[in-house]
């Protein structure tokens, strides 16, 4: 282990397996939710952010312009399972019912068995305040593979001060 991964303080974990980014390109655990950008199935201009709130299901789904989601009326759209299937292939079935404390009573989780419980619940329809810090975070994301392969530090993803005093 270098220098540099013993004294990060960030953990990076690697993802549970592998998944392909054409339908769910950006899932996050954040903010108390699951969030994240879905493709649509039917137009490719267009996009969906959708989120999940821990504890209380509560869900959203609305296009990047901010239109509502046709499947989102009552229950979960296939946008927000979409989501929760790639948030159980990125970041695990375990860590995903725990963190929106989801826990199935039998068996392992997996995205089916968190889908359906999350549902049983009857959750409410949240709002969408959320959608614009969620697709602005994605986009950040896209930025950044814009950018040449390089060594160097970025300046924005120096997050932490340095640990040693230049001279």
């Not at 397996?17 to 879905?38: I, S, T, Y």
């Not at 869900?59 to 499947?71: I, Y």
């Not at 040449?148 to 640990?163: I, Y």
Request: hydrophobic share 40%; charged share 20%.
């Amino acid at each position: 282990m270098s220098d540099w991964e013993r004294s990060s303080t960030a953990r990076v974990t690697t993802p549970a397996r592998p998944r392909k980014l054409a339908k769910v390109p950006f899932v996050e655990l954040a903010d108390g939710r699951l969030q994240g950008v879905v493709s649509s199935g039917s137009d490719i201009g267009r996009v969906y952010v959708s989120s999940v709130a821990a504890t209380t299901y509560a869900f959203a789904c609305s296009t990047n312009n901010n239109r509502p989601c046709g499947g989102a009326r009552g229950s979960f759209c296939n946008h927000i399972r979409a989501l929760i299937n790639e948030a159980v292939l990125q970041y695990g079935a375990e860590r995903v019912a725990r963190y929106l404390k989801a826990e199935p009573a039998a068996g392992e989780p997996s995205a089916q068995t968190i889908a359906n419980d999350m549902s049983a619940a009857r959750p409410p329809q949240g709002d969408t305040k959320a959608a614009a810090p969620v697709f602005s975070r994605f986009l950040r994301h896209l930025a950044y593979l814009e950018l040449a392969p390089t060594t160097t530090p970025l300046p924005e993803m120096q997050w932490f001060p340095p640990t040693r005093a230049v001279a």
